[in-house]
């Protein structure tokens, strides 16, 4: 469901929509709402899947869902949260240890590194313009190549802009999201 834009519904979806709901649907058994938020410039969404489709294979999974979990948080967008929470419970973290994640990923029992991966995730999405060569070197120090950073800048970059749109359009959540935990889920949504 988009609240605040008028989008295509399934039974309008024609040319190229038609296709990226079907291809939604093949791979989720429902089209997403941040798919349906496209709905209108479809040749956008299309543009979005081929720019993170180039740059998420080159990152390990866990950096890139730390990385784009802290910068969604950092943009308090609760679709972004919820989907990237959900797969770092599902794949990494138990319900215990997201809570502490949410809560303050500082004190959350992380190694370092990561801790200094989702810090540098927020410095890029809010003040790109004050990293400097302390903020790389760190990471080199962590045994971060320049490679896997500017794959981390290129995520949270890309992630802007995503979390913008969705936040823009009024997307909400889909229902899928509520099987993730309740206490997780509302601490999601909480920090809004």
């Known amino acids: 469901m988009i609240a605040l834009i008028k989008t295509i519904s399934e039974d309008q979806a024609q040319g190229l929509v038609n296709d990226q709901y079907n291809a939604n649907k093949s791979k989720t058994g429902y089209v997403a709402n941040y798919v349906k938020a496209f709905s209108l410039r479809p040749e956008v969404y299309d543009a979005w899947e081929k720019l993170i489709g180039t740059i998420r294979p080159t990152m390990r999974l866990r950096l890139y869902e730390l990385a784009t979990f802290s910068s969604a948080m950092a943009l308090h967008c609760n679709y972004c949260m919820l989907a990237h929470g ?6 990494f973290f138990s319900l215990d240890q997201m809570v502490a994640i949410v809560t ?4 959350a029992g992380l190694p370092p590194e990561e801790v200094a991966i989702m810090s540098f995730a927020q410095k890029v999405t809010m003040e790109s313009h004050e990293i400097n060569e302390n903020d ?9 190549s320049d490679q896997e950073i500017l794959d981390v800048i290129l995520a949270c ?3 802007n802009f995503f979390a913008k749109v969705l936040s823009a359009t009024g ?22």
Request: charged share 35%.
């Open 171 to 192: 997307a909400k959540p889909d229902d899928v999201y509520l099987e993730l935990e309740q206490e997780l889920r509302q601490l999601l949504i909480a920090r809004l």
């Open 86 to 91: 959900t797969m770092l419970r599902k794949n």
């Open 136 to 144: 790389i070197e760190e990471l080199h120090g962590y045994g971060f």
């Open 157 to 159: 970059a890309a992630r």
């Open 104 to 107: 303050d990923f500082r004190t």
